[in-house]
């Protein structure tokens, strides 16, 4: 059974700052992993997927590697901006199939 | 597309009577997901259907729990009767297909249906 952890739980910075989240999951048998963002009290949106066959996908300020042989992901998110502030969660499926186990998240404070 | 669409989103109800959580995925995608969040549990993944036929339902927690998907464009996620515990935002997401196509994968959620059960 999959299982996903992420370190930190929270983590708080100040603005301009660059920073790496971390997420480890437990059976690699995955064709992909993502990275989502949650605002309180809102949905989760997408930031990224990392397919099994890419070890890195970039959007703008983020970029997330996928290290399947270890089990870990890492998002790294440059020049952070106090509207980064939010949870992040990442997610990785069981036994390449479609039903994505979601971290705990980390909860992000970017200060100005 | 609106995205996907949950209603309601807010629902509040006593303990005992029937819920119905609503949910309209995004038109052509093939996956859809139901899942739970709570403060002490997280995210949790509850049933996913493909093409309308459930898929696995492992995450239902008691048999006061059904979904039904009755056509690509609806389902409905049901709780009878509720109780105090069942208390969390439940969330529908969509996705399309497999592989390496662009986009192919990638959940897109409701904005959530909070469920408080006094």
């Known amino acids: 059974k999959q299982e996903v952890t992420q370190i930190p739980a929270a983590l708080s910075v100040p603005e301009g700052e660059n920073l790496v989240l971390n997420c480890s999951f437990t059976d690699s048998a995955i064709y992909n992993l993502q990275w989502f963002r949650q605002d309180p009290g809102k949905g989760l949106t997408s930031l990224l997927l990392i397919q099994s066959s890419q070890r890195e996908q970039t959007s703008g300020r983020l970029n997330a590697s996928l290290d399947k042989s270890s089990g870990r992901s890492t998002l790294y998110i440059a020049a952070s901006q106090p509207g980064d502030s939010a949870t992040y969660l990442c997610?990785?499926?069981?036994?390449?199939?479609?039903?994505?186990?979601f971290g705990p998240g980390t909860r992000l404070s970017v200060l100005p | 597309d609106a995205g996907v669409i949950q209603s309601p989103r807010h629902e509040v109800t006593e303990m005992g009577q029937e819920v119905t959580l609503r949910c309209k995925p995004i038109s052509g995608h093939d996956y859809l997901f139901w899942y739970r969040q709570t403060m002490m549990r997280g995210l949790e993944l509850l049933i996913y259907?493909?093409?309308?036929?459930?898929?696995?339902d492992s995450g239902m927690p008691e048999d006061r729990f059904s979904a039904k998907m009755p056509n690509a464009s609806f389902s409905t996620l049901k709780i009878q009767p509720s109780e105090p515990r069942d208390s969390a935002v439940y969330f529908c997401a969509s996705s399309f297909g497999q592989g390496a196509a662009s986009g192919a994968n990638v959940l897109t959620f409701g904005a959530g249906s909070r469920l408080t059960v006094l």
């Open positions: 997610a990785a499926p069981h036994n390449y199939g479609q039903n994505f186990v």
């Open positions: 259907f493909n093409n309308n036929v459930p898929i696995d």
